[in-house]
């Protein structure tokens, strides 16, 4: 992303230029409008062109995209270097319309912060894009079974993206069209901005560990060293970006990159906090963001109905507390000790009727009549 707003600066001569990231875990759809970054956004819609003041069919052609538009293409076509020129002239329009209903909340975010390693060896010892769930690499891309506000989601043996994707992934499969073909995805403005959200939450896990020290000294060692994916190895080169720098290199904090982010995600929950979807209930069926049996933080991102959208928020809830949260409260907190409490006068009224009716036998029997006091 650095070498990419270096090249921006040089082309318009502007050194202050920077990609602003997209909050995506806020659920902010407001950047997709004619004047920003072009409609539609995205309800599981089917692929149609984006069309805006400046994104739109005449104005923002695509280019390098062959593969998104021939979905059968054949590897020896697929892997033939393109001529932008060319590519520009057959006037292909920019595409959005995807697999998937939602985007990712900050929950899901502060669950995949809350990992205990950058990455992480499966129980063989191979590190694999759905590693072990210690792996923040692995949640972050969006790879492991994470419990969320909308369902157990993750990756799934499956075809579904609903299930095989997640966290970045998802995003990717939510904006759809380009964004959701890997050649082509940055075809879309709104890569950029969705990669430097990425990297912010890359940033709020770092700071985790750093303690807002800022010094990559106090992170965990970087891993895999080798054994892992071309490119992920500690030692091994990013390319085709020049000058070449390795992963391991590149791990460290963002002040000493040179800049900082004006917001990070909060790392408040704990990793032993944070169940397995397939440890809770059967067949890998999710409560929603249960933490053994514990909602996780009851708002509107985090609670909403079964089988529904998340509630909005309430006028009179800054807080984040919605009237169905409150209401889920007092359902817990009073509902169950109110019934308990029915039940002893049930049994205390039981007892009074059963003591008077003995008594009056043995009055009327014994020749003097008992008074029972409660």
């Known amino acids: 992303m650095l070498t990419l707003e270096r090249e921006f600066q040089r082309i318009t001569k502007n050194a202050s230029f920077g990609f602003p990231y997209w909050q995506w875990e806020q659920d902010d759809k407001s950047m997709f409008s004619e004047n920003y970054y072009g409609v539609p956004s995205n309800n599981a819609s089917p692929r149609v062109n984006v069309s805006g003041d400046i ?3 005449n104005d923002w052609n695509t280019i390098c995209d062959v593969t998104y538009w021939n979905r059968n293409i054949n590897c020896e076509t697929a892997w033939k270097p393109c001529n932008p020129a060319n590519d520009l002239a057959e006037r292909r329009p920019l595409q959005r319309g995807g697999f998937s209903p939602y985007l990712p909340n900050v ?6 912060i809350a990992a205990p390693s950058y990455d992480a060896a499966d129980d063989s010892g191979q590190y694999f894009r759905n ?8 949640r972050l891309e969006g790879w492991n079974m994470i419990c969320s506000a909308m369902s157990c989601v993750g990756f799934n043996s499956d075809n579904n993206h609903t299930q095989n994707d997640h966290m970045h992934n998802v995003v990717h499969d939510w904006v759809g069209g380009q964004m959701d073909d890997v050649p082509a995805a940055v075809n879309d403005p709104v890569f950029n901005l969705h990669h430097c ?8 896990w770092m700071q985790r560990f750093a303690n807002g020290k800022n010094s990559s000294n106090l992170l965990p060692a970087y891993v895999p060293i080798c054994g892992g994916h071309p490119g992920h190895n500690r030692g091994d080169y990013l390319v085709p970006f020049f000058p070449l720098i390795t992963a391991g290199e590149q791990y460290r904090v963002a002040e000493e990159w040179g800049y900082v982010y004006d917001e990070l995600v909060p790392a408040n929950i704990k990793d032993s906090d944070i169940p397995d979807c397939i440890d809770i209930l059967a067949e890998n069926s999710c409560p ?3 933490a053994n049996g514990v909602c996780i933080d009851c708002t509107d991102q985090t609670c ?3 089988n529904s959208q998340p509630i909005p928020l309430t006028p009179d809830s800054p807080d984040g507390n919605n009237s169905y949260a409150t209401e889920l409260s007092l359902g817990i907190g009073l509902g169950i000790p109110l019934i308990i409490a029915i039940i002893i006068i049930i049994i205390l009224l039981c007892c009074v009727i059963a003591l008077k009716k003995k008594s009056t036998k043995e009055g009327n029997g014994g020749g003097y009549e008992m008074t029972t006091k409660t």
Do not use: G, H, K, W
Request: proline share 10%.
């Open 55 to 57: 994104i739109n069919p």
């Open 107 to 112: 929950v899901e975010v502060m669950i995949a």
């Open 131 to 138: 590693d072990s769930r210690a792996s923040f690499r692995s």
């Open 197 to 204: 959200n990425v990297d912010r939450i890359l940033e709020s």
């Open 288 to 290: 929603i963001c249960d």
């Open 304 to 306: 909403p109905l079964p």
